[in-house]
């Protein structure tokens, strides 16, 4: 597809379980980003690869939290022993390579809401 | 860190009217990135409008513009001519590389026909 592609769209699962999220970022996007939103909070940012660098992973709230990225292509975000608190929607965003480290816009998905019971 | 502060949770306009959403930002940097993103209920965020710090002259997109004051460290978006489609959360970002992009809680804006 052209855009950010996520999945599942919706995800309940109950205490304690594993998950998995999965994004597809825009082919030839080199950077992809993970980020939380709360009920009636803004974005909080989780993890963020570019290219082959190591991920910056200063933004994972919990070492239950862990994120890979397969051939600098998709990306799965994976929560172990979920917890209540889990519960928000999870979006991710790519961007594109850009020169003289400009900041440039990202394209996001339309986000995996996941329900922890 | 830098933290970007939208003081207006909701904010409501009458359809053909002009609204002002507000939002500032904290940092020592000076040259950056700022943002305003939409999400609308179908839940996908999309760029509304960007300025470059290093830019005097506020950034236009047809009935979106800003009001760039970089000394107080404010970037507002005024909306002009609302539209029923312009009802959404509205996300004000600061980035000065693209991984370290910081949104804020968001402003809900509802667009009363």
């Known amino acids: 597809g052209a855009g950010v592609s996520q999945s599942p769209s919706n995800k309940v699962t109950e205490k304690g379980k594993d998950v998995e999220l999965r994004c597809d970022p825009i082919?030839?996007?080199?950077?992809l980003y993970w980020y939380r939103q709360s009920l009636g909070q803004g974005l909080e940012f989780l993890i963020y690869f570019q290219g082959n660098s190591a991920p910056d992973k200063s933004g994972l709230p919990s070492d239950r939290f862990s994120a890979e990225r397969t051939g600098g292509s998709v990306s799965t975000l994976t929560i172990q022993r979920t917890q209540q608190e889990d519960s928000a929607v999870y979006l991710c965003a790519s961007s594109p390579s850009l020169t003289g480290g400009r900041s440039g816009e990202l394209f996001f998905g339309e986000g995996s809401r996941l329900t922890v019971l | 860190a830098q933290t970007v502060t939208q003081s207006q949770p909701e904010m409501s306009v009458q359809e053909a009217e002009t609204v002002t959403l507000s939002c500032t930002y904290d940092?020592?940097?000076?040259?950056?990135?700022l943002f305003w993103y939409k999400q609308p209920p179908s839940r996908q965020m999309i760029l509304v409008i960007r300025?470059?710090?290093?830019?005097?002259q506020n950034a236009t997109e047809n009935r979106f513009s800003v009001n760039f004051q970089k000394a107080a460290k404010s970037f507002s978006l005024k909306i002009s001519d609302s539209q029923l489609g312009d009802a959404a959360m509205y996300f004000c970002?600061?980035?000065?590389?693209?991984?370290?992009?910081?949104f804020g809680a968001g402003t809900r804006l509802t667009v009363k026909p």
């Open positions: 082919s030839g996007h080199t950077a």
């Open positions: 300025q470059e710090a290093y830019k005097q």
């Open positions: 970002a600061y980035s000065r590389y693209n991984n370290d992009m910081r």
């Open positions: 940092t020592s940097e000076s040259d950056y990135y």
